[in-house]
T-cell receptor, first 114, second 111 residues
Framework: DGGITQSPKYLFRKEGQNVTLSCEQN?????MYWYRQDPGQGLRLIYY???????QKGDIAEGYSVSREKKESFPLTVTSAQKNPTAFYLC?????????????FGEGSWLTVV | DQQVKQNSPSLSVQEGRISILNCDYT??????FLWYKKYPAEGPTFLIS?????DKNEDGRFTVFLNKSAKHLSLHIVPSQPGDSAVYFC??????????FGTGTRLKVLA
């Protein structure tokens, strides 16, 4: 089945540690995204990538880093510089053109700082 | 600066009646709009979209209306079903890959 796979589903991090959230898609989509959801704040864009080896900061990129070495993969690293990392993280990819301008989401990853 | 706003955080509707979810935006350059449905601890699922060249798009029980002069769009669900209970997000873009999401409206359909 085609789709977006995020892992792990749940992750606990100690303060001061970096963690990496995995996102893989087999939809052959060019663009990929990372969003963060906090209660009452909707979905906020962290980073997005339109093509391999290229990415842009979203609205809340501070304390995060990404890479896009392969079309299928867009991992997100939450660094120790992120002041409030506990949140629900969503990876997505974009189907444009004849497929329709639609974003498809993964199932999400819960990150908790302990 | 919240460019896409959903001013009603929650809405309760009786089963079988119409649900109307509203979304306002500030950027007149937005040209494509999406609606998503989200259950807790899951990723949002796409419901319906509309381009700025249209003022209405319909898909089964879901209809989206776009009023460009008012910078307002709405999602109508008719008839509402208990399984429709979820958080609904609208999103907008302006010809790029960057989509801006609203804060969501929690819909509760009462049986």
């Amino acid at each position: 089945d085609g789709g977006i796979t995020q892992s792990p589903k749940y992750l606990f991090r100690k303060e001061g540690q970096n963690v990496t959230l995995s996102c893989e898609q087999n939809l052959n989509h060019d663009a990929m995204y990372w969003y963060r959801q906090d209660p009452g704040q909707g979905l906020r864009l962290i980073y997005y990538s339109q093509i391999v080896n290229d990415f842009q900061k979203g609205d809340i990129a501070e304390g995060y880093s990404v890479s896009r070495e392969k079309k299928e993969s867009f991992p997100l690293t939450v660094t120790s510089a992120q002041k409030n990392p506990t949140a629900f993280y969503l990876c997505a990819s974009f189907a444009g053109g004849y497929s329709g301008n639609t974003i498809y989401f993964g199932e999400g990853s819960w990150l908790t700082v302990v | 600066d919240q460019q896409v706003k959903q001013n009603s955080p929650s809405l309760s509707v009786q089963e079988g009646r119409i649900s109307i979810l509203n979304c306002d935006y500030t950027n007149s350059m937005f040209d494509y709009f999406l609606w998503y449905k989200k259950y807790p601890a899951e990723g949002p699922t796409f419901l319906i979209s509309i381009s700025s060249i249209k003022d209405k798009n319909e898909d089964g029980r879901f209809t989206v209306f776009l009023n460009k002069s008012a910078k307002h769009l709405s999602l109508h669900i008719v008839p509402s079903q208990p399984g429709d209970s979820a958080v609904y997000f609208c999103a907008a873009s302006k010809g790029t890959y960057k989509y801006i999401f609203g804060t969501g409206t929690r819909l509760k359909v009462l049986a």
